[in-house]
């Protein structure tokens, strides 16, 4: 059993370590380069991202290495119009949260599962206990002076 959970959290640690997330970005929000150029009225909006200092997060750095073959010449009108932030996150205490996350649900479906194993025996009890008086002369004659009552 130790065995099974202990190459679970290996593979899963694994996983984990193998995917690289960048913690620090620039996001760059434009609008279609079809709109510098007049080619049509396309209200799409595109997103660059990329991995630059933040004194570099601007369209020159970012957006034209990238659509520079498209807009040539209309470089000057095409930036002024994309809106670029540059983001930091810590992925490291997003990583520790959902870990807390999925152990908590481990650990309450595991006492639901104990739950539902202890139910039986417990409700063996209360039947034993608690059986309902068959056929009590009292509460048929009260039943039967309530009928007379309404009438």
């Known amino acids: 059993m130790h065995l099974k959970i202990i190459l679970c959290l290996i593979f899963f640690i694994s996983a984990a370590m193998g995917q690289f997330y960048e913690d620090r970005r620039c996001r760059c929000i434009c ?28 369209c020159d750095n970012v957006v034209l290495p990238r659509v520079a073959h498209e807009i ?8 002024p119009r994309c809106d670029c932030q540059y983001e ?5 205490v ?3 949260v959902v870990i807390i996350v999925l152990w908590v649900l481990t650990l309450l479906s595991g006492y639901m599962g104990f739950l539902l ?4 025996f417990i409700n063996k009890r209360r039947v034993k206990l ?22």
């Open 72 to 79: 040539r010449g209309h470089e000057q009108e095409y930036c």
């Open 117 to 120: 194993c202890l139910d039986p």
């Open 94 to 96: 997003i990583k520790v």
């Open 130 to 151: 608690y059986q309902e008086e068959q056929g009590s002369e009292e509460s048929q004659n009260l039943l039967l002076q309530g009928e007379e009552i309404e009438d």
């Open 31 to 58: 609008p279609s380069t079809a709109a510098v150029l007049n080619n049509s009225a396309s209200v799409q909006r595109r997103f660059y991202t990329d991995n630059v200092p933040p004194m570099k997060c601007n």
């Open 88 to 92: 930091i996150r810590n992925t490291a």
